[in-house]
């Protein structure tokens, strides 16, 4: 997507290293880094300077790439993905890219594993951009079929964290309909979850901003009034891991959002790429929920005064605060996942009639 | 309560003035205001320096007492009431200390109406702490009948915004069962909802630290995700007004919290003095939900590096945001009314048995 007129990924190789942009100081400042070592591209994905289910699972693709280059043995390739796995819980394209890179390279002579390593981690980054391209027209339907009521006014959406361009390699889930109405001249308008205690909500504003889509950013506490009002037609989300029941785990509230929306008759509908759906669990329970640091809940970031980037305390001492980064929403809650290959139901039927090839 | 060992009403006389805590400085600056004129009571009000629908209701009285001190005429009395009721839209207490004071000081004659005017502003507020009292002791009851069980642990108890003895006079509604039963031994821990915008957590979690109740201040997505872990035992919420059906308006996100209590079979609890009842409202969709300035989502305070209070945009300029500050809870997510005469079910048949003279 452009930022300023410049055409840009949120991941891209260069030569023999890769670049992010570094999305923890995102909206306040674009930076973009350049990732030189495997341990560099894993302390990117634990620290957040990439997120997102589809963009932590191209680092990880990427930074396999980097370790072959730099040692291509059996058992630096080994450790490498072992190391990497480890750096963030939930999201399952982490495994899944790490597994079709060990895939294929571990059948790969040494001298050749450091260019196919690029290769493979390319590849996956393309194919994400095709994925959400998919998932944009697909999505774009089911907006479609909203407007035909006679709406006066702008069709409402809401969403929660940021499932953009920036979640992906390109394009975003979520936010793929909404760029993709917005450009053939639907009118609408997104409500933007703040999304604490990281405040990823900022960054779907940003992108927002930058192509030019109606929105609003309101508390995490606000869309369950907004949809009682009648204010939202749709809510569209991300995911980090959705199982063969289609149970959705995404960011912490997701939840809260989908039981609003079923509450009011709102559709709810993930936006859920292939590598996306855990096929080896059976329901959103079995799901690892990451537990990050307190310190993210006790402190925040923002421009001072001076427009500066800074950090305060909110939480005062003496009180012990609690991260959880994620949570799952029941299949029962959810009317679709929108998948590059349609809309399926949230169902162990739905989902294998799309993927019939993961019949067991 | 105790600040640092020095026992603290939220609201008190002093003379011919009264004094507030600056609720908009904490938890960062405990600082008492002393208001001496009925328009810097009407600001406390407006600007959030007091907040939490009992103590609006209380300030409200105070500042008639002012004017009647300054000038006791029946044209001064109606200014003061009118100006005062539409400092805030949505508690009713505020409108309901407005009326009793009108009641009480148009049959009296001016030279006494001063005098009356702080005897009945002084009242109120002995009434509030004696309503909370009860209040208490009728939650505990509640709180009682779930520890029956044979747990392990404390007692899990969820709140939403802040409903201790800051939203009130003194005692607190929703913490004055927790208060009592912390104070009588019972294990229990609170699960603090930060509340943005606001972040009336800050409040709950400073309040509970000076009283050693143990509780994690969490953010407004968390709760949903605790409910469905089993780590939550009980909510209990305040509110700002309750309608005849026994639907609850309370701050902007209590609903959510409704719906994930109700969805996971944790009782749902609103506290709720009497004059926290609108017997002239069937029901919550008549309700005025105040919108308040967007700048209060966009901007957070909390501490610089150097332990100072500041404040920091955290949305960038290029979005708006969107401030509702109130939502409604229908009644069939309710589990109970934990009132001072004791706890209703939230329905008029429930509300009504234990206010039968508001039978029509």
Known sequence: ??????????????????????????????????????ESGARAIRDMQVRGAPLIGATAACSVALAMQEDPSDRALGHAVEHLAVTRPTAVNLRWALERMRGVLQS????????IAWQEAERICDEDVQLNQAIG??????????CNQDRAGPLNVLTHCNAGWLATVDGGTALAPVYLAHDQGMALHVW???????????????????HGVPHT????????????????????????????NGDVCNKIGTYLKALAAYDNGVPFY??????????????????????RDAAEVIHVRGLDDAGAPAQLRILP??????NPAFDVT?????????TERGIAQASRDGLLGLYPERRA
């Open 1 to 38: 997507m452009n930022v300023d007129g410049v055409p840009y990924r949120s991941i891209w190789r260069q030569g023999r290293s890769f670049a992010i942009i570094d999305q923890s100081r995102l909206p306040f400042e674009f930076h973009v880094i350049d990732i030189t070592h495997m």
């Open 108 to 115: 790969v002579s040494a001298t050749d594993r450091a260019d």
């Open 137 to 146: 027209r697909h999505g774009l339907t089911a907006l479609r079929a909203l």
């Open 192 to 210: 933007v979850d703040e999304t604490r205690p990281r405040n990823q909500g900022l960054l779907t504003a940003w992108e927002l901003a930058r």
């Open 217 to 244: 950013f309101i508390a995490d506490n606000a869309g369950g009034h907004l949809m009682r009002q009648g204010t939202v037609d749709v809510v569209i989300v991300g995911a980090d891991r959705v199982t063969r």
């Open 270 to 291: 993930a936006a859920v790429p292939g590598p996306t759906v855990d096929w080896t669990l059976e329901c959103g329970d079995d799901i690892p929920i990451e537990e």
């Open 317 to 322: 001492e003496g009180s012990a605060a609690s």
């Open 330 to 338: 029941p299949a029962r809650l959810v009317s679709g996942l929108i």
